[in-house]
């Protein structure tokens, strides 16, 4: 029933809606505008949720402005950058989604080695630009997660072993904190927001620009070795073998799944960075003399070719599910269970990913920044794919496929391949920065209006 009442606030709204558009340098879309519908659908085709609106932002002041409107008219905030959320946090049923898929300008001044980024700019168009001038920081390994939530988890990926977690490469952030407010945060300006935005995800407001610390890159040697599945028992102990003495220069990751016109596969995938390539082959020679691997692509190349040849694929529409898990030093029995899970795979497409964590990025004193999970590791994840249905089967591997590992496994996982797993998940992830965390939360973002994310409490204040 339409009341007077209801009348009322619809008119009030509709105007109000009006307003904001005409404010707004970016599109403001409702449902039924023309791209409404392309622009709340995320990486991953398991989500199809219908926002009340999509502020498509182009700057931070439209940022702001969506801001200070979700706050106003008590709409649940939900903020995009790449949209490659594993739990879909970046769209919000009835909400106000902030796509800033737009804001995706990169700026590099060669000359001081840095680059200011806007978060939607992807994790291959940071690798791709900056190596027009033969730099680089540390991204994220799959070319288009986004800079924002790729960043403000933490970072991960081939330079991590020289040059530190992404976060450990930031110098900057410009954000929207809760009040509509466009701060800095840096060493110099509100550095409690600093350390707290380097690990602590979108927990404290809309970061609208990243100011990232560059370094020279001069060729690789990376690509990958493909081992039938049925390799995998010595196979991937001979990886574990490598990566656990590797330099610095080196980060392997290795993924069992079903490789098109090959099979079940092992794939390793590596990445020499460092300046002596001859090292490098040395150093990799137990991996590729191992078995030998089916095919050895592993070759001297430009970095940003090794990065592009080594990005996973994302296939329009295919619904994903992770579960993932930390381990420290696998053992024999670690490994059988987890190839035991990789020959289960209900699909073709579903995998295991291990990423290896280890160099610069373990040596930063875990409360120098919110990112606490320093130590040297591997995260893995399982990942269960579908093109189309429900993906029960996928679902039900994903979760079977940790459970077997649950006696292996230690605690906390790196907060960008964590899932639904509460508080108890959160703290675990953030270990002893978590407390220090809920007070910078509780100082910007008192009602927790930025809540869709491994979500930090604000600390009572009273
Ligand atoms: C296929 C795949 C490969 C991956 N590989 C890696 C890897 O190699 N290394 C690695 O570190 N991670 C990796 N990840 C994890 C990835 O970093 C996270 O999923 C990350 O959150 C995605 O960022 P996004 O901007 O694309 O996602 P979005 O869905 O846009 O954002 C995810 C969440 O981050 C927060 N957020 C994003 N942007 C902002 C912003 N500008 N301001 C405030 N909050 C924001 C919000 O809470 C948002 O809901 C991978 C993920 C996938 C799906």
């Known amino acids: 029933m339409v009341t007077e009442t209801n009348r009322a606030k619809t008119l009030i709204d509709i105007a109000a809606i009006a307003a904001l558009k005409g404010r707004m340098r970016g599109e403001l879309l409702t449902p039924g505008a023309s791209s409404y519908d392309d622009a709340r659908r995320l990486v991953n085709g398991r989500f199809n949720r219908q926002p009340a609106m999509i502020a498509r932002c182009r700057n931070a002041q439209d940022v702001a402005h969506a801001v200070i409107f979700a706050r106003e008219h008590g709409l649940e905030i939900a903020v995009r950058s790449g949209g490659h959320s594993v739990l879909g946090y970046s769209v919000v049923?009835?909400?106000?989604?902030?796509?800033?898929?737009q804001m995706r300008q990169i700026a590099v001044n060669a000359e001081?080695?840095?680059?200011?980024?806007?978060?939607?700019a992807t994790n291959g168009e940071v690798v791709q630009t900056t190596a027009?001038?033969?730099?680089?920081?540390?991204?994220?390994?799959?070319?288009?997660?986004g800079m924002g939530g790729s960043t403000l988890g933490g970072g991960i990926g081939w330079l991590m072993g020289r040059f530190g977690a992404t976060v450990d490469n930031v110098l900057a952030f410009e954000i929207v904190t809760a009040d509509g407010e466009i701060r800095t945060a840096s060493a110099d300006e509100h550095p409690d927001l600093f350390w707290a935005l380097r690990g602590g995800g979108g927990n404290f407001g809309v970061v609208t620009a990243i100011t990232y610390q560059l370094h020279q890159i001069g060729p690789v040697l990376g690509g990958m070795a493909l081992f039938p599945l049925a390799a995998a028992p010595l196979a991937l102990r001979q990886y574990y073998h490598l990566t656990s003495a590797a330099p610095d220069e080196l980060i392997a990751h290795a993924i069992m799944t079903?490789?098109?016109?090959?099979?079940?596969?092992?794939?390793?995938?590596?990445?020499?960075?460092?300046?002596?390539?001859?090292?490098?082959?040395?150093?990799?020679?137990?991996?590729?003399?191992?078995?030998?691997?089916?095919?050895?692509?592993?070759?001297?190349?430009?970095?940003?070719e090794a990065y592009m040849m080594l990005t996973p694929p994302t296939l329009p529409g295919l619904a994903y599910h992770d579960t993932a898990y930390t381990l420290r030093q696998p053992s024999d029995a670690a490994i059988d269970a987890m190839i035991d899970s990789a020959l289960e795979r209900p699909s073709p497409m579903s995998l295991i990913n291990i990423h290896q964590f280890h160099g610069a990025a373990t040596r930063v004193a875990p409360e120098a920044t919110a990112f606490a999970l320093r130590e040297p590791h591997y995260?893995?994840?399982?990942?269960?794919?579908?093109?189309?249905?429900?993906?029960e089967a996928e679902t039900t591997w994903t979760w079977m496929a940790r459970a077997r590992m649950a006696p292996y496994a230690s605690k906390g996982l790196y907060v960008n391949f964590l899932g639904d797993e509460g508080e108890g998940g959160v703290r675990e992830a953030y270990r002893a920065n978590y407390d220090r965390l809920a007070v910078?939360?509780?100082?910007?973002?008192?009602d927790n209006i930025f809540r869709r994310n491994q979500n930090i409490k604000p600390a009572a204040t009273r």
């Open 93 to 101: 049923d009835g909400g106000m989604m902030i796509d800033l898929s």
């Open 112 to 120: 001081r080695r840095i680059a200011r980024v806007q978060p939607g």
């Open 132 to 145: 027009a001038y033969g730099l680089a920081t540390t991204t994220g390994t799959c070319a288009t997660v």
């Open 258 to 304: 079903t490789v098109p016109d090959f099979g079940p596969a092992l794939v390793v995938q590596a990445v020499y960075s460092g300046e002596d390539l001859a090292e490098g082959d040395r150093v990799l020679a137990p991996l590729r003399r191992f078995g030998p691997p089916a095919a050895d692509l592993i070759a001297p190349r430009s970095y940003v």
């Open 379 to 391: 995260s893995v994840v399982n990942i269960g794919a579908w093109p189309e249905g429900a993906g």
């Open 440 to 446: 910078i939360k509780a100082r910007y973002d008192e």
